[in-house]
C-alpha cells in the first residue's frame, strides 16, 4: 500500500525542540524528492522544506530557516523533520508530502499536530 | 515569492451546481499551476496539475483552465462529497513553492 505516515507530533514549549518522523511503504522513497508542508489551525497550507532523492539538496520557508532542518534516510525509508527552537507560531498540522513528476506533491502523509505552549 | 489569491473566499452553490473557482498569480506561472481538494480532518488531495491535467482517479466533473496568472478550477455538477476546501499552488519558481488561501465550498 503507498503510503506516508507522520509521527513525533506533541505538545512541546517554546524554545525546545521536537522530531518528526514521516514513514514510507508502497513506493521507491529513494527516487523521490520529498517535502514537509504545515496547516495552522483553521489556517492555509504553507510549504516548509523540501529534500532532494538523495539528500543533496535542501531549500527551506524564510519562517523556518536556521531553526527547522530536513533530513532523510534512505535506507529506512524515512523522512525527518528536526524543529529547533520552536515558537507558537509553529503550532500547525505538520504533512509529509512526496513530490511526483513536475513538482507537484502526489502523495500526502495524515500528518502529525505539533502545538507549541507554555 | 510569487503570491498566489483565491476568489472567493466562499462560495455558496446548490447540489447539482457548476461551482467555479479562480486563482491567480502575482507573476506569470506559466502553466504550472495546481489544484487540492482538502476534506475536513484529511490531508490536501492533488487534483489538477499542469493546469489542466486530472491526477490519477480525479472524476472527470474536475476541469483546470488557465495559463501565466489566472487560473479556474471548474466543478461541473457538484456532489455531496465537493462541498469542501479547494487550494491552488504554484510550482513554476521555487522555492517556495506557494499556495493561495483556499476556497471553502459551501452548500447554498
Known amino acids: 500500500q503507498v503510503q506516508l505516515v507522520e509521527s513525533g507530533g506533541g505538545v512541546v514549549q517554546p524554545e525546545r525542540s521536537l522530531r518528526l518522523s514521516c514513514a514510507a511503504s508502497?513506493?521507491?522513497?529513494?527516487?523521490?524528492?520529498m517535502h514537509w508542508v504545515r496547516q495552522a489551525p483553521g489556517k492555509g497550507l504553507e510549504w516548509v522544506a523540501v529534500i532532494s532523492y538523495d539528500g543533496s539538496n535542501k531549500y527551506y520557508a524564510d519562517s523556518v530557516k536556521g531553526r527547522l532542518t530536513i533530513s532523510r534516510d534512505n535506507s529506512k525509508n524515512t523522512l525527518y523533520l528536526q524543529m529547533n527552537s520552536l515558537r507558537a507560531e509553529d503550532t500547525a498540522v505538520y504533512y509529509c508530502?512526496?513530490?511526483?513528476?513536475?513538482?507537484?506533491?502526489?502523495?500526502w502523509g495524515r500528518g502529525t499536530l505539533v502545538t507549541v505552549s507554555s | 515569492e510569487i503570491v498566489m489569491t483565491q476568489s472567493p473566499a466562499t462560495l455558496s452553490v446548490s447540489p447539482g451546481e457548476r461551482a467555479t473557482l479562480s486563482c491567480r498569480a502575482s507573476?506569470?506561472?506559466?502553466?504550472?499551476l495546481a489544484w487540492y481538494q482538502q476534506k475536513p480532518g484529511q490531508a490536501p488531495r492533488l487534483l489538477i496539475y499542469?493546469?489542466?491535467t486530472r491526477a490519477t482517479g480525479i472524476p472527470a466533473r474536475f476541469s483546470g483552465s488557465g495559463s501565466g496568472t489566472e487560473f479556474t478550477l471548474t466543478i461541473s455538477s457538484l456532489q455531496s462529497e465537493d462541498f469542501v476546501v479547494y487550494y491552488c499552488q504554484q510550482y513554476n519558481n521555487w522555492p517556495p513553492w506557494t499556495f493561495g488561501q483556499g476556497t471553502n465550498v459551501e452548500i447554498k
Open positions: 508502497g513506493f521507491s522513497f529513494s527516487s523521490y524528492g
Open positions: 508530502a512526496r513530490e511526483g513528476g513536475d513538482y507537484v506533491f502526489d502523495l
Open positions: 507573476q506569470s506561472v506559466s502553466s504550472n
Open positions: 499542469g493546469a489542466s
